[in-house]
């Protein structure tokens, strides 16, 4: 019979480390961060509004361009 501990051990080197306490909290604040500024972007690009909550009512409003600013790369500079 296989040891437990011979199963998959090959496999556990694809796998990032598990995260806890204060590095899980940043790291899903970091995610949360990311995704408001997609979602910024995806409206400003599409002409739309981002849906938010505040103060426990649910509202639509225009993209705020300080939330995208870093996600759009700079125009193309032709070297000379």
Request: net charge negative; glycine share 8%; aromatic share 4%.
């Amino acid at each position: 019979m296989t040891e437990p501990s011979d199963i998959n051990q090959g496999g556990l080197a694809d796998h990032p480390p598990v995260l806890r306490g204060e590095e899980l909290t940043e790291s899903v604040l970091r995610s949360l961060k990311l995704a408001a500024k997609d979602a910024h972007l995806l409206a400003y690009q599409t002409g739309t509004g981002v849906v938010t909550r505040r103060n426990g009512k649910v509202q639509l409003v225009p993209p705020d361009p300080a939330m995208y600013e870093d996600l759009i790369p700079p125009p193309f500079q032709p070297s000379e």
